[in-house]
């Protein structure tokens, strides 16, 4: 399959129909790897091309294809995907058939990223800043459920190597003080906060703080707070009531029989699956249909049941994320496989309909849990939200016009 470019413009069908076929081969990449000589391609990557602010294993490639979408994949010299220098160009390879001239995203961190906080620490040890024009905070390094012996068994949170420069939990005023300098520099027009279990289930009064250190210089600000199911969902208000406009709550596994066994932390320190949905649903009364959220990890049940669940959950007002299952080293899934790449492709394909059908928009797709943008991008496409031949990067809307 060629997804070559054109230098002339070209009708909108047939761009989306490109980028579509672009979509789908990155998930080929992703499952398949390529095969690649690095040395040969430093020149043509930039000197960060291998940050990666979550921790994960960054052994791979990113790059881009003619149409605009991105790709990433791991070397692997037993792949038929290859990409070749020629004439001082890298060319993608499927065996010996020419795919496209690629190119690489530079990856260059925003320049607020190393601006010093009161407190000696650099906004990037505190907060990650995407390309969306949004920033990250994971607040706490660790999950209390390891200690319990009740990690989702998929997980690799408290197994990734630690960065020695990152608080284990960043106070209140920390973040405050490093999405301020974030926003003065316009790269805050969404502020997602995750993390752990920490102990004794404090979400609450930590997001309240941190909402209210906020606010002490801005009068509001857009974001998502990724919470387990309170125990008690009478406490859902109070995340809007402090200023947050969506929540997420992280399902990982539709299936109710499965969600106990994946998710034994999940399932016994916040009241089993049903509580879960249950607390979903009551937080589209208060915070609106498309700002409530959660996520599915695909590869970990049937793909009709991961189906199921985003259709229902739609039906409700709910946006069900998804990401790729990739068994991650040091976790109980360590060694298995993730399905093929068509599984795949039939989730994100059939979901971003569903999605439509259902009249969600590109900022639901982008405001809940850190799930990689595959499918917002094909969300996009789909809609028809490019100019030109290619697919651009999303950005959050301004919220300081």
Request: hydrophobic share 35%.
């Amino acid at each position: 399959m060629s997804v070559g470019t054109e230098n002339k413009p070209l009708e909108k069908e047939v761009v989306k129909k490109r980028l579509l076929e672009e979509a789908r081969l990155a998930l080929d990449f992703n499952e398949q790897g390529i095969n690649y000589n690095a040395e040969e391609l430093k020149k043509f990557r930039g000197l960060n091309a291998d940050i990666n602010g979550f921790r994960r294993n960054a052994n791979g490639i990113n790059f881009e294809l003619p149409h605009g979408f991105t790709a990433n994949a791991k070397y692997n010299r037993w792949t038929p995907f290859s990409i070749k220098v020629e004439n001082d160009k890298p060319i993608l390879y499927n065996d010996k058939e020419v795919i496209a001239e690629i190119s690489f995203p530079q990856n260059t961190p925003h320049p607020v990223s190393e601006q010093l906080l009161s407190t000696g620490e650099k906004v990037k040890n505190i907060l990650n800043i995407s390309q969306f024009g949004g920033v990250h905070v994971s607040y706490s390094d660790e999950c209390s459920l390891k200690d319990l012996g009740e990690d989702c068994l998929f997980c690799s949170y408290n197994v990734r190597e630690r960065d020695p420069e990152r608080p284990l939990i960043k106070n209140p005023k920390q973040v405050a003080e490093a999405y301020h300098l974030a926003r003065q520099a316009g790269v805050a027009n969404h502020f997602r906060i995750t993390g752990g279990f920490v102990p004794e289930r404090r979400e609450l009064e930590y997001y309240i703080d941190v909402a209210e250190a906020i606010r002490q210089h801005y009068d509001s600000f857009y974001g998502v707070a990724i919470i387990g199911a309170p125990s008690d969902p009478s406490v859902l208000p109070k995340y809007k009531e402090v200023g947050f406009s969506n929540i997420s709550h992280n399902l990982e596994v539709w299936d109710k029989d499965l969600f106990g066994l994946v998710c034994p932390g999940k399932s016994k320190r916040n009241g089993g699956w049903q509580h879960w949905l249950n607390s979903l649903e009551a937080a589209v009364d208060i915070f609106g249909k498309g700002n409530v959220h959660t996520n599915i990890v695909g590869g970990l049940e049937p793909k009709e049941s991961i189906l199921q669940g985003i259709e229902y959950l739609a039906s409700k007002g709910i946006v069900a994320h998804f990401s790729v299952f990739r068994p991650e080293k040091g976790t109980p899934f360590e060694g298995y496989r993730s399905p093929e790449a068509s599984f795949h492709w039939d989730i994100v394909d059939k979901a971003t309909d569903i999605f439509l059908r259902y009249g969600f928009t590109s900022l639901h797709m982008y405001s809940g849990p850190a799930s990689a943008d595959h499918a917002g991008r094909i969300f996009r496409i789909k809609n028809g939200e490019f100019e030109g031949n290619k697919l651009g990067v999303y950005k959050y809307p301004s919220i300081d016009k």
